[in-house]
């Protein structure tokens, strides 16, 4: 079975410093990767995915990811941060055995002036 | 390209009593799935559609709890009988057919408290 863990609950950062917001998968079989954010009062928004090929993965908004199979891994990073990057982050994870996707706990991303 | 709406926003409601949650999903899009989110929490899965047909259904969906998608375009999730615990927030998303990996792409949630 697929499953996600996000190593940090909260990551406070001031504007214009690199974040790293951290994951760990599980998976016995194929890996397909996310990461979603969300907004205050908004729904969930696809950043990026992994699914094969190049392991650093370009997204929306400066963010990307590198997927690293011997750790298990799939950080998020930003090299510099504004104050608008304040949300909650998620790494998810397609269950290959059916079509739902699993969601980690999620990391709040909160951005100091 | 509308996106994924829902409605109400917010749902507060008497111990006991039905509520009904509706998701329009884009328009094109064959699946379409419900989440329930609570706080600190990443969403958890419930159920989903493709077209009319319900396919998969979590155990987190109690007896309580239904949803529809007539003819394969709105759907509504009804839980009967509330309690304190249903209060979270619950997702819909739709997305394509054509693989699991396909983005699903999410509405604004609607924020449902028992009291």
């Known amino acids: 079975a697929q499953s996600v863990t996000q190593l940090d609950s909260q990551v406070p950062v001031f504007e214009e410093a690199p974040v790293e917001l951290r994951c760990n998968y599980s998976?016995?079989?194929?890996?397909?990767l996310f990461w979603y954010v969300q907004y205050p009062n908004q729904g969930l928004q696809l950043l990026l995915k992994?699914?094969?090929?190049?392991?650093l993965v370009k997204g929306i908004n400066g963010f990307e990811a590198e997927f690293n199979k011997s750790q298990t891994s799939f950080h998020l990073r930003k090299p510099s941060v504004h104050i608008s990057d304040t949300a909650e982050y998620f790494c998810a994870v397609p269950n290959t055995g059916g079509f739902k996707t699993i969601f980690g706990a999620g990391t709040r991303l909160f951005v100091k002036a | 390209d509308t996106g994924v709406s829902q409605n109400p926003r917010h749902k507060i409601t008497k111990r006991g009593q039905n509520v009904t949650f509706r998701c329009d999903p884009i328009s094109e899009h064959n699946r379409l799935y419900w989440y329930r989110q609570t706080l600190g929490q990443g969403p958890e899965f419930l159920t989903y559609f493709q077209n009319e047909a319900q396919l998969e259904k979590s155990r987190l969906l109690s007896d309580r709890f239904s949803a529809e998608r007539p003819k394969g375009s709105f759907s509504t999730l009804e839980i009967q009988r509330t309690e304190q615990g249903d209060s979270a927030m619950y997702l819909c998303?739709?997305?394509?057919?054509?693989?699991?990996?396909?983005?699903?792409?999410f509405g604004p949630g609607t924020r449902l408290t028992v009291l």
């Open positions: 998976s016995s079989v194929s890996v397909y």
């Open positions: 992994y699914l094969s090929g190049s392991t």
């Open positions: 998303a739709s997305s394509l057919a054509a693989s699991y990996t396909d983005t699903q792409y």
